[in-house]
């Protein structure tokens, strides 16, 4: 039997094992940190090997200290807010003074006591617990001694005694994290809740937000604590941003000098917190970004004031005069970094004000193509009507006075500041005074007349750009300016007549010129004398299709008309050689050839003499020696033509439409082999004899009349035997085919009438005796159908 001791007994020998085991565990860690030492002395030989044990515990003892303490302090809390609200009546005044003075010092002053001992975690919590009692103090004075003072008054003023009396008590416990950090936090309120209790205006507010903030900025630059710089730094931000969006809301909403002036005041004190914490931060971004919130805010205020005495069209210009005046910063000694912030300020300035004046540019260039569906209906008064659409601005002159100021600021300002600025010079400025240009006439309202020429005297002086264009970005810009000038001020031409083919003949002379100096120059770009060449065409052709159109002509006889320009541009094409423009203009003649085509479409016979007309321009094409294959293109357009004709004659009959095509594809197949004799007459005769075989057998199946079948059968025949005879495979095949099926369809009524007569029985054993004497004689019948193949594998 086994004795149980007395649970006293067992107790004692529990403990004493208990014992044991500790002592042994602080053997061993002696004797591990011993061994560590060693191997550390000995030098890297491999990290020491790992004890096996138990796995590690999921919280670490310290973590999970915190989180019990933590939950300790809450709950406390928790416990002494019930009691202030819920049992708080049942105490007198002395009592209840007595219990949360006692509690609050001895919360406030048990932390000090348990710093000596090194219990930092359980200081903390405790520590918390006395600064939440403080403000339940607070609260208790309120409602115990001072019911009828403001309570906003009251809530600032307890505020800013809490905010200092907690930063002395972190101060003097300087070991403690929890009282610094939320001193600083509290401290954002007294000034904002004075404003409020005061009932302060706007002004007011706003200044006690950015007062607020200039303390959390000081705080934040020159704090020692890290937990006080980034509570410090994120009051800053919010409270900052919260006060400069105020002052621009006030400065906005100014209606005259003095209250902008005010306003202003707020946003240069915002401006000088924002170069302050740029001056004194650290980190190359954060003083740039503070440096470009300060210029921000420098332009609202000198802005403001300038929009009250201006008339409201030019509030936009009065900001972009401010911001522009920070560009001075670059003849400064400010540090670097505050330099990059103050030109980005800058820079975000004159983009705000170039997308506000874009969509007047915009709709200048593109509203003109609205006269595509009122061709010649009548010119307008001035060319803002001209645009057919409203412009977005009710005043729109200062829109292409920023534009071109920007470009200006571009062109002068961009060596001083760098690479990055000059290359945006490069491509931005002249952007931004074309889009000037093109805005000009409809903000000015000028003449309709002087409109149209102000627009072609700009693609003029692209164009001259871009034929003295000294590098490729310049040649290439003011090329495609060039080109999207033309097709706006093309569009806005067609009101009149006069207009539309002056403008047109201006235009194609303008870009015929660009195109032949920059062929015969040193262009930077070679691609643009390619583009004013397919501009010039475009142009030509339609200034040919107008003035046929202004003679009364009828679409389809302008399409011929038209054919000029294909013709034209084939011939210069011709003596332009193995010049690199040669494709394009061939590619544009191609195109005006098109527009022939559909030009010509409503009338079958002027379509089939323009398919001709086309036909003749590529064979022209086709005889020199590096276009021969532009042939093919030229048959085909003679075979169209022709089927056109036939269809306008209507001509129902497919050979008519087939032979045409058969013929040269059969005397091109005849070349082709002669050249090479090792071509497969598939290649060579296949599709030409196709093309008037198969249907002409269509036809012939569904003719009653006996003519067309008889001479389809003869044909068929001549081929089989001219290709047995020549030992051809394709005149072979496609004759012997179209013969036998041909001889069945006169055949089958004969078949039909036979079969009939016959008994039922007699076409079953016809059929499984012909089974009968092709299987006794299979072999020989296979070894027929070799010979067979051999002999069409053996023919060409």
């Known amino acids: ?9 067992e107790l004692r020998v529990l403990d004493w094992e208990l014992r044991q085991l500790e002592a042994r565990r602080t053997q061993l860690l002696q004797r591990r940190a011993w061994l560590l030492g060693v191997l550390r002395a000995a030098g890297p030989a491999g990290p020491p090997p790992r004890p096996a044990g138990p796995p590690a515990p999921e919280a670490a003892p310290p973590s999970a200290q915190n989180v019990l303490l933590t939950l300790g302090g809450v709950l406390l809390t928790v416990a002494a807010i019930a009691f202030t609200v819920v049992s708080w009546g049942h105490l007198g005044i002395g009592g209840r003074s007595a219990v949360l003075g006692a509690v609050t010092l001895a919360a406030l002053g048990v932390p000090a006591v348990l710093l000596r001992r090194s219990l930092r975690s359980t200081a903390e919590a405790v520590a918390g617990l006395g600064l939440a009692l403080t403000v339940l103090d607070t609260y208790a004075l309120r409602h115990l001694s001072l019911p009828d003072v403001d309570a906003f008054g009251y809530a600032a003023a307890a505020s800013a005694v809490l905010a200092a009396l907690w930063a002395g008590y972190g101060l003097l416990l300087g070991e403690l994290r929890l009282p610094l950090p939320t001193a600083v936090a509290t401290a954002q309120l007294p000034l904002v809740l004075w404003a409020g209790a005061a009932h302060a205006g706007e002004h007011t507010m706003t200044a006690a937000l950015l007062v607020t903030a ?4 000081a705080l934040a630059v020159w704090a020692g604590v890290r937990s006080v710089r980034v509570v410090a730094t994120a009051g800053a931000c919010v409270l900052g941003l919260w006060g400069a969006a105020s002052a621009g809301w006030l400065s906005a909403q100014a209606s005259g000098p003095g209250a902008a002036a005010r306003a202003g005041v707020l946003l240069l004190f915002a401006a000088g917190i924002a170069l302050a914490a740029a001056w004194w931060a650290k980190g190359a971004e954060v003083r740039s970004g503070a440096a470009c919130a300060a210029g921000l805010l420098v332009v609202a205020a000198s802005g403001g004031v300038l929009r009250t005495v201006l008339p409201v069209a030019w509030t936009v210009p009065a900001y972009l005069v401010c911001g522009m005046a920070l560009l001075a910063v670059v003849r400064t000694a400010l540090p670097g970094a505050l330099r990059r912030g103050v030109l980005a300020a800058s820079a975000v300035v004159q983009g705000l004000a170039v997308l506000w004046a874009l969509p007047v540019a915009a709709v200048a260039l593109l509203g003109p193509f609205g006269w595509a ?3 010649w209906s009548g010119a307008p008064s001035d060319a803002r009507d001209a645009l057919l659409v409203e412009l977005p601005l009710a005043h729109p002159l200062p829109a292409p006075a920023v534009l071109a100021a920007v470009a200006l600021v571009l062109v002068v300002a961009a060596g001083p500041l760098g690479d990055s600025a000059r290359r945006a010079a490069r491509f931005g400025a002249p952007v931004l005074l074309w889009s000037a240009a093109v805005a000009l006439p409809a903000a000015l309202r000028l003449p309709y007349a002087a409109g149209v020429s102000a627009q072609l005297l700009a693609t003029a002086v692209l ?7 000294v590098t490729a970005a310049a040649a290439v810009t003011a090329s495609v300016l060039a080109l999207v000038s033309s097709a706006s001020v093309a569009f806005l031409s067609l009101a009149g007549t006069t207009a539309t083919l002056t403008t047109l003949g201006v235009l194609t002379v303008l870009h015929l010129g660009a195109c032949v100096r920059l062929a015969r120059g040193t262009s930077p770009a070679p691609g643009t004398a390619a583009l004013a060449a397919c501009a010039s065409l475009a142009h030509a ?10 003679w009364g002509l009828a679409p389809e006889h302008i399409g011929v008309l038209v054919l000029t320009v294909p013709a034209l541009a084939a011939a210069a094409a011709a003596r332009l050689g193995q010049h690199p423009l040669m494709p394009p203009v061939e590619i544009m003649a191609a195109a005006s050839g098109a527009v022939a085509v559909v030009l010509a479409a409503g009338d079958a016979p002027v379509l089939a003499l323009v398919l001709s007309l086309c036909g003749v321009i590529a064979s022209g094409t086709a005889l020199r020696a590096d276009r021969h294959a532009v042939g093919y293109a030229a048959g085909a357009l003679f075979v169209l033509a022709s089927w056109v004709r036939l269809a306008a004659w209507e001509v129902s009959a497919p050979e008519a439409y087939t032979l045409p095509v058969t013929v040269p594809a059969l005397l091109v197949g005849l070349l082709r082999r002669r050249r090479d004799p090792e071509v497969s007459s598939w290649t060579a005769y296949g599709p030409g004899l196709a093309v008037t075989l198969l249907p002409s057998l269509v036809a012939a199946w569904s003719d009653p009349y006996w003519q067309r079948p008889l001479l389809l059968g003869a044909a ?3 081929l089989t035997l001219a290709g047995a005879h020549h030992r051809l495979r394709a005149p072979l095949a496609l004759g012997g085919t179209v013969l036998a099926l041909d001889a069945l ?5 004969y078949i039909v009438q036979v079969v009939d007569a016959l008994p039922r029985w007699l076409p079953p054993a016809l059929a499984g005796l012909l089974l009968l004497a092709v299987g006794a004689t299979y072999e020989q019948r296979l070894r027929d159908a070799r010979r067979f193949r051999n002999a069409l594998n053996r023919m060409h």
């Open 214 to 217: 200039a303390f959390d900025t």
């Open 745 to 749: 369809h006169e055949l089958a009524p």
């Open 541 to 550: 052709t339609a200034l040919v299709g107008a003035s046929g159109a202004a």
């Open 373 to 375: 569906t009122r061709v």
């Open 1 to 9: 039997m086994t004795n149980i001791p007395p649970p006293a007994e």
């Open 463 to 469: 164009l001259g750009v871009a034929a003295r264009a």
């Open 716 to 718: 068929a025949l001549a």
